[in-house]
């Protein structure tokens, strides 16, 4: 690793006494080859086949490296059409055949994406996509079949900042600042990790920020502030496909759906889907990019500061203005969940009835704009916010200080000025009952779209909605408006008990309101009909009964608007996906619309945070302060982001409103796996297929924290800084509850499920956490003058030591619970099952005794999980229940870390200062361990049982030692 750092620092008067500037710059270059985004999770990049028995596993083939003893992959010629389901032998040379053969290939799209190349300089075998294993244990681990990656992370940064100031007069005083940001990079191997090298992310992050404000004095004791601000943060990102794999050298993009054979979501679209194996997170063909999306805000306020007596009063007023266009092609590529490479070698079909295996278990963010502009999903997001504020400080006595005061907020609510809101309202859903049994029939019908509401400026661009469609009396697709009676009072107080000032009490209480990010509700608005079709799909339903690997996107029928009754011929029609189903028993001939549609909950509620303090500070030696308190909070209608509102319902004989079980004897199976999309609350869109961004989290959090500082003096300033906590809630990780039964929350989980639900540690808590801080001007040559003192005196140690303690993990097994509900995935956003403890096992000896180094490859103990959950009543084979292992059960490795630096300060002249500085990150090289990798794409905090890499820690939460040299001039 290295990294270099170079800046200026100017400044000084333009007009004496009336007019200032200064001007900085700073610029890093940092390369870091242990960085996320240059490591991979481990890959299976070995052949397999198909074991004799059925019950094991494939067979890895180690004993040979198979890719490369097949030689040269060989060519095949370019589709004359997508999709291509023309054969091997009738499209292929010799030499792919044989590749083929060799490698159990039996379909042509997948031949093609294992002849792609990535040309030289990606860093792979052979400079194929798919490259050919080594058998060398630092690529490859020939036991396991898992190989890994590792690039070089580059980081660019150049940082600007501008400040002026203009003294109009005794009264009047202008201040101006700007700040800018500019931070491109390339991550070879997805913005997380994980992806194949040879699709290249290129990243664009910056900041604009600048701020003009005019200071008044109106009076000796009134002052007044204006102040207008704008900022800007710029997003974009694109992706190169792999060149390789072109029939002849003039082609490009031949890694393009057209070019594989493949059908793309949308014509033209130069992005085959984003392959993600949803077992370790291992990824192809980059992220769901291009997209470019800067936020832009404008804000102006006013604040008055007054002096009264007894009473020193601040009140304001401001008011922001926030837009956010949008264009994201990405969400067209969409994200196809795979079993692994497998996936590509049989025939590409989702038929386990039929004896041909799997290719896939879904597709997520797969959305195809019906815009026609070639810019993908397009939306100008519009947000208008107020605030205003009064507080008082009022010295009751010389010992008693209370500060009061009161904060109103109004949370404005997203609008699209091209009318894109629509949005999906549940209270408007008809009974299951009532629903068409097939899509001719939902095509006719209103009962089939009457779900959707489209927002009051949405005819002005489309025209009027098909019968059954809301039209809401806004334009943020929701009932009512946004609250009015966010009032946040708040109270504190300091309290000096005895004479002399040594101990003070301090407290305080009040009510804070939190905006939700606009990332949170968004995802119900990206993919709304009729400008953007919806194609997500997941396992056992109908469309993803349809899928193959040259056709991933099933066909959907639409409910065409009347300005383009003929949407269903058209590459971009304008309509609503119908709701409809048809239960026969037989999954085949089943029949269901299978929506997956997020949404937004029709009535709105401002997070809110209660917190309270109490504490003492008390200087019990000169110099020395101690500092004890209790902090807490609770907070309720917080964030939770993509809800789950479709989960199976448990069914018994008694109880069974769906007609599948009803007058069956005891033991009959009513809730097997093949039913759950027809157990659910809303028949016609699949178990995980209602995501709600509802505000209905809960947290509590208790703290004890206590400071020791020392005030500086004789050189010397240090603090030492303990906080224990416990940070409890049912949003365990990414403002997510979708835990084992996400309606449940802090509800007993299903039958087996743990008994506080998903209520537990929060996935970012260090439940212990020291920090200390120091500073000392060493004596050396203290008293020294001349040129000697200039050489010896003046040097500095100052560092910061963390030592805390690991993270909660949350352990999920998607194989063996769950599985009566339809919502036990690997992704934390879909809905995922807690692992089941095997007998013997609970939260006290899932960690393998001794140290983390000890094990770095086994860091939980075998045989904990892995086991089935048991069926829930009166449920057939793979109907599991919920896990009955608990949220945030245990914690990852902890963490020690020494940061210095020594320094020197040396006065050559009265007005100019040299600084030499020597800062060391990570000072002792002391590896501090990252979480166990299985999380994969499931999320920080997870951990997979079902994951070849179950319990290995991979890589580190700190880079290794960095030492950072630094001269600098100040005059």
């Excluded at 070639?374 to 997001?381: A, E, L, N, R, T």
């Excluded at 970012?764 to 005196?793: C, E, N, T």
């Excluded at 194989?815 to 934390?828: F, P, V």
Aim: overall charge neutral.
């Amino acid at each position: 690793m290295n990294r270099n750092q170079y800046g200026l620092t100017v400044g000084g008067p333009i007009k004496k006494d009336k007019l200032f500037f200064f001007f900085s710059y700073r610029g890093t270059r940092s390369k870091n080859g242990e960085a996320p985004q240059g490591q991979t999770f481990g890959a299976n990049l070995f052949f397999t086949t198909p074991n004799p028995d059925p019950t094991l596993p494939p067979i890895v083939h180690t004993t040979i490296d198979t890719y490369a003893a097949l030689g040269s992959r060989g060519t095949c010629i370019a589709p004359a059409a997508s999709p291509d389901f023309s054969t091997i032998a009738s499209s292929c040379d010799a030499t792919a055949q044989a590749f083929a053969t060799g490698m159990n290939v039996q379909n042509i799209v997948g031949l093609r994406i294992f002849q792609l190349t990535t040309g030289s300089g990606a860093g792979t075998p052979n400079n194929y996509y798919i490259p050919s294993p080594v058998s060398n244990p630092k690529f490859c681990d020939d036991a396991s079949g898992v190989c890994n990656f590792a690039i070089p992370a580059i980081y660019t940064e150049n940082q600007y900042v501008a400040n002026a100031d203009w003294v109009i007069n005794s009264k009047q005083t202008i201040s101006t600042k700007y700040f800018y940001t500019h931070n491109p990079y390339t991550t070879f191997l997805g913005q997380g990790g994980g992806n194949l090298p040879g699709t290249p992310e290129g990243i664009l992050f910056g900041n604009h920020a600048a701020v003009l404000k005019l200071t008044s004095l109106v009076t000796n004791n009134f002052v007044n502030e204006a102040r207008v601000s704008f900022q800007q943060n710029v997003n974009s990102a694109t992706v190169v496909m792999p060149p390789g794999g072109c029939p002849t050298a003039a082609q490009k993009n031949c890694g393009a759906p057209a070019s594989l054979g493949m059908q793309p979501l949308v014509q033209g679209f130069f992005e085959p889907p984003s392959f993600l194996n949803v077992a370790t997170g291992y990824g192809m063909f980059g992220g769901l990019l291009p997209d470019k999306g800067p936020t832009n805000q404008l804000q102006a306020a006013d604040q008055i500061s007054w002096s009264h007596g007894r009473h020193s009063i601040r009140a304001g007023y401001e008011y922001e203005w926030t837009n956010w266009p949008l264009s994201d092609q990405g969400l067209q590529q969409g994200l196809m969940l795979v079993f692994g490479y497998s996936s590509l070698q049989g025939a590409g079909v989702n038929n386990p009835f039929g004896g041909q295996g799997l290719w896939n278990v879904g597709c997520l963010f797969c959305v195809k704009s019906t815009s026609g502009t070639g810019q993908g999903i397009i939306h100008f997001y519009q947000l208008h916010n107020q605030n205003t504020y009064v507080l008082d400080d009022w010295k009751v006595s010389s010992r008693l200080t209370i500060n009061l005061g009161l904060r109103w907020e109004y949370d404005g609510l997203l609008s699209d000025k091209y009318g894109h809101l629509t949005q999906v309202w549940e209270n408007r859903m008809v009974a299951n009952a009532d629903i068409p049994t097939s899509v001719a029939a939902a095509l006719t019908s209103s009962t089939a779209i009457q779900q959707y509401v489209v927002p009051s400026n949405f005819i002005s661009h489309f025209g009027t909605p098909p019968a059954g469609v809301g039209v809401s009396s806004n334009r943020n697709s929701v009932e009512g408006h946004a609250p009015y009676s966010n009032f946040a009072p708040r109270i504190g107080f300091a309290w000096q008990p005895l004479s002399g000032g040594k101990l003070v009490v301090r407290g305080g209480a009040g009510i804070f309101y939190d905006r939700v990010g606009l990332d949170r509700v968004v995802h119900a608005f990206q993919q709304g009909y009729p400008y953007a079709a919806t194609y997500d799909f997941g396992a056992f339903s109908p469309r993803w009964f349809q899928s193959t690997l040259q056709q991933p996107y099933p066909q959907i029928q639409l409910v065409c608007m009347p300005s383009d009754l003929g949407c269903n011929s058209e590459p971009n029609g304008l309509g609503f996906a119908p709701r409809y189903a048809n239960w026969t028993g037989n999954p085949l001939t089943t029949t269901s619309s299978g929506l997956n549609t997020p949404l937004d909950p029709t009535s709105v509620h401002t997070p809110l945070v209660q917190e309270y303090s109490l504490g003492i500070q008390y200087e019990f030696v000169h110099g020395w302060v101690l500092d004890l308190g209790y902090v807490g909070s609770k907070g309720i209608n917080l964030t939770d982001y993509g809800h789950n509102h479709n989960g199976a319902k448990i069914i018994t004989p008694s109880n069974d409103p769906y007609g599948f079980c009803s007058g069956a004897n005891t033991g009959q199976p009513c809730n097997t796996t093949a039913n759950t999309a027809f157990r659910v609350p809303f028949v016609g869109y699949e178990p995980i297929g209602l995501q709600s961004s509802d505000s209905n989290g809960y947290s509590n959090y208790n703290s004890l924290q206590a400071t020791v500082r020392h005030q500086f003096s004789h050189g010397l300033s240090f603090q030492a800084a303990y906080t224990w906590d416990k940070n409890l809630s049912d949003i365990f990780y990414a403002n997510s509850a979708d835990i084992n039964d996400a309606l449940a929350m802090r509800t007993p989980a299903g039958l087996n499920g743990p008994k506080t639900g998903q209520y537990g540690r929060v996935s970012y808590d260090r439940q212990q956490r020291l920090a200390v801080s120091y500073s000392y001007d060493l004596p050396i040559g203290k008293d020294m003058s001349g040129f000697a003192g200039k050489v010896i005196k003046g040097w500095n140690v100052s560092g910061v030591t963390i030592a805390q303690s690991g993270d909660p993990l949350t352990f999920i097994d998607p194989n063996n619970t769950g599985g009566a509900y339809g919502t036990s995935t690997a992704l934390s956003f879909q809905g995922v099952s807690t692992a089941q403890f095997c007998p013997g096992f609970g939260n006290s000896n899932i960690k393998s005794p001794g140290g983390t180094r000890q094990n770095l490859n086994s860091y939980f103990k075998a045989g904990v999980f892995g086991c089935a959950a048991p069926l829930v009543p009166f449920g057939g084979p793979g109907a599991t229940d919920y896990g009955n292992s608990g949220v945030g059960i245990v914690t990852g490795p902890g963490q020690f870390n020494w940061d210095f630096t020594i320094m020197k300060n040396t006065q050559i002249t009265e007005r100019v200062r040299m600084q030499f500085r020597s800062d060391f990150y990570n000072a002792f090289n002391h590896p501090q361990f990252a979480d166990p990798g299985a999380g994969g794409f499931g999320g920080v905090g997870f951990e997979n049982v079902t994951s070849p890499i179950y319990g290995v820690i991979s890589h580190t939460s700190v880079n290794p030692r960095l030492i950072q040299f630094g001269l600098h001039f100040f005059f």
